[in-house]
């Protein structure tokens, strides 16, 4: 059983940065794929960005592609979502998902608002 808990959200201007974190407990994560998902309102939810349980190879959406950076702290048991030049329409609450197997595992979400 793992717990996903994100935080590092807010109210931003366009071209400005966050960075997001996803602090798991429970179980280590370290040999987790992980990525982050976000929804916006009257929209369904879609992948933003994601790193396999290798730590090889991240992905990323097109529409996210050179802004935005996943990465993992084994120690801190934590995953990061750096986010750089943001857009309004990134706005949407972002999710942290990890992957074990056939075990999914969801955090509750942070509000991320870009507007001037």
């Known amino acids: 059983q793992v717990q996903l808990v994100e935080s590092g959200g807010g109210s931003v201007q366009p071209g400005d940065s966050l960075r997001l974190s996803c602090a798991a407990s429970g179980r280590s994560i370290r040999r987790y794929s992980m990525a982050w998902f976000r929804q916006a309102p009257g929209k369904e939810r879609e992948f933003v960005a994601g790193?396999?349980?290798?730590?090889?190879?991240?992905t990323y959406a097109d529409s996210v592609k050179g802004r935005f950076t996943i990465s993992g702290d084994n120690a801190q048991n934590t995953v990061y979502l750096q986010m750089n030049s943001l857009k309004p329409e990134d706005t949407a609450v972002y999710y942290c998902?990890?992957?074990?197997?056939?075990?999914?595992?969801w955090g509750q979400g942070t509000q991320v608002t870009v507007s001037s």
């Open positions: 998902h990890v992957n074990y197997r056939t075990m999914d595992y």
């Open positions: 790193i396999p349980y290798s730590g090889v190879g991240m």
